[in-house]
């Protein structure tokens, strides 16, 4: 009896672990080469060269319209830019950082006398924002945080993202 017992406690151990989750996916498929977000279309892009691998729907700051210029504006860059740092502790359950603010960016702000901000991300939602609808980041391109899993997965620091208008 006290074997069948231990049997039975080993294989509902085995089914727990088997159900529990992790944030951290693997991937295997094609390299992604560049990231593209039209952010008219509100739609985020993974190509290896010319072929798309993925597309997902994203919300942006909560000023949509324009390039992001300064610290505060809720805006959403506009531009060529990397992937730059990889973030596994988000508070936003994953995120990848882009290199905002460029020398431009920069520059810019400078000229008018501003911060142009930074710590601009791919990145879910987290816990706090898990309900949140439309245009809803203070700049940064989010996806929900099972999409989030995969792209962390694919993507890799040094990618190229453009921004479109």
């Not at 159900?19 to 693997?26: D, I, L, Q, Y």
């Not at 700049?139 to 990618?159: F, K, L, N, P, S």
Request: glycine share 10%; net charge positive.
């Amino acid at each position: 009896m006290r074997l069948i017992r231990a049997v039975l406690v080993m294989a509902a151990l085995v089914a727990l672990s088997a159900c529990s989750s992790s944030k951290f996916r693997s991937y295997d498929g094609p390299e992604v080469t560049r990231v593209v977000v039209t952010k008219s279309d509100r739609r985020m892009k993974l190509f290896h060269h010319d072929e798309m691998l993925a597309s997902y729907r994203v919300a942006l700051g909560f000023a949509p319209v324009g390039h992001k210029q300064f610290e505060g504006d809720g805006r959403t860059p506009e531009g060529e830019y990397i992937i730059d740092r990889r973030n596994p502790n988000s508070a936003f359950h994953l995120s990848l950082g882009i290199s905002y603010p460029n020398e431009n960016d920069a520059w810019y702000a400078e000229t008018n006398g501003k911060s142009p901000g930074g710590d601009i991300f791919i990145h879910g939602r987290g816990p706090r924002f898990r309900s949140a609808r439309g245009d809803w980041t203070d700049g940064c391109i989010a996806v929900t945080d099972r999409q989030m899993e995969r792209i962390y997965a694919m993507v890799r620091t040094g990618t190229p993202v453009t921004i479109r208008p």
